[in-house]
């Protein structure tokens, strides 16, 4: 309860000053207006859904980022565990991906797939990808070998040894995985949207912005920000349900 | 027919030998022994000498270099076959799985009819004290519960061989010889032909009827001694004088080979 109550504090304390900061114009509302009025703009931005089709594109593409990596990630991830020599010519250079700015790639992109999604589901797929191979590889590490006798000793075969004892035991590792391919691909998204991109939730902010438009620009990123929090949190908490079984109770 | 002949399982110049970098590593014997149905036999050997190796031979779990292992007059290929149950000593519990879906893992994946499995594990947990804790995860339970469970998830399946790999090893004295009480009541109650591998002379003593010794690497028969038992038999057989002469006995033959597995140059 006494944690719950902290992290309220935490939360509303600074946002309480920024308001008043913001109510006694220390803060002047072109530079920021008060959170409460950001909240009425989310509000009157949701009502009149002139965003709808903006959301939508984002969501699809992010979801569309998210599959993929999950998907291309998890297939990688156990072919370099497989594979000693591939595994050791790819796992150092894992470390520096992140280093790597992919954003730097966009005008490359744009000339290879066009100005449609394309672009930006790739960069959200290149960022999240990674963290999804790097879960899959801890998870699959992770398995005792012992478990793969016990699935021989059961006369399992690969594919019912990978589905009801390999996978089952990796999955708070693969977990972990998801989590971050969600957070990248949708820092990858949104930003490419931002930089070039004629839809998107990322671009309205950007127009927003180039307009001085801040009755839009806030609620719209109050909106990234809830959306990014919510997803983030549901999947935290399904982690946390998923390990509680494994620790001792 | 060969399935009642009264040898269950017989090797034959077993060996097994690992091929690496720094050449070919000679890990196991030759190695010729019988084991008697409704047997329970030990071996024991110093560490190192191959014993995990031999009951992964036995159990199809890697092919020896040269000789031939049979279970039940069949030659032992390239699975587990059927009637094979094997415990191994680190914990293989399932930890996503609660103590009853731990137990029936095996009969789900055998498609084995839901009012068969249910009895069955009923039986295994009223036999390792487990009616409890079916609901339990492994995360809740002791090592010695967890290797319960892991012993029902074998009985279960109603191995006619069962194979354990040290499985008391990470367990305490006390634990050990209660532990070792039970496994004789589940060996008289199933009627299955027991192979214990460990490295504790007493353990094998109280329980086996005839106990292998083996040399250190490359693991090879040494003597096997006939401890004479009865059947109906309990961990308190430990306080006789027979007792005592056994793993003296024992631990003569086990002597030098276990200092020659420490220091192999000092030998």
Known sequence: MHIVFYRLVAVFLPLTILEILCREHV?????????????????????????????????????????????????????????RHLRALLEPLFSTYYAIPIYAFYPLFIVV?????????????????????VGTLAGLDSVPAVLGKTARVMQLGPVKTLRSVTMPY????????????????FIGVIGAEFIMSGTGLGYEIRFAYDNLDNDVMYPLILLI???????????DRWDRVLKSRRERG | MVIHSPIHVSLRGVTKAYESKLGRTHALGPIDID???????????????GKSTLLDVIAALIPPSA?????????????????????????????????????????????????????????ALQLMGLQDFARAFPAQLSGGMRQRVCIART????PRLILLDEPFGALDQQTRLLMGDELLRIWRATGATVLLITHALDEAAMLADRVAVMSARPGKILEVIETTWPRERDSQIVSMPEFGAITARLWTLLRAQSMQALRPEAV
């Not at chain 1, 530079?31 to 009502?47: C, F, Q």
Request: hydrophobic fraction near 55%; charge should be positive.
């Open chain 1, 113 to 133: 797939f066009g100005l449609g999604d394309a672009p930006q589901v790739l960069i959200g797929f290149m960022l999240a990808v990674v963290s999804m191979i």
């Open chain 2, 155 to 158: 009985l279960v399946m109603q």
């Open chain 1, 27 to 83: 803060i002047k509302p072109l530079i920021l207006p008060a959170p409460s009025r950001i909240l009425l703009g989310l509000w009157s931005v949701v009502a009149k859904g002139a965003f709808n089709a903006a959301i939508l594109k984002t969501l699809a593409n992010v979801g569309l980022a998210i599959v993929l990596s999950i998907a291309v990630g998890i297939a990688a991830g156990a072919a370099i565990h497989r594979s």
């Open chain 1, 225 to 235: 920000l809830i959306i990014a929090v919510a997803i983030n949190m549901s999947l």
């Open chain 2, 67 to 123: 000789g031939l292992v049979t279970f039940e007059g069949r030659p032992i290929g390239n699975t587990v076959p059927d009637g094979i149950g094997v415990v191994f000593q680190e914990n293989a519990c399932f930890p996503w799985l609660n103590v009853a879906d731990n137990i029936t893992f095996g009969l789900r994946r055998q498609s084995v009819e839901k009012p068969e499995a249910e009895r069955r594990l009923e039986d």
């Open chain 2, 35 to 49: 084991l008697r149905r409704s047997e329970f036999v030990a071996i024991v050997g110093p560490s190192g000498c």
């Open chain 1, 170 to 185: 990796a999955a708070p590792y693969l977990f972990t995985g998801v989590k971050l391919a969600v957070a990248y691909a």
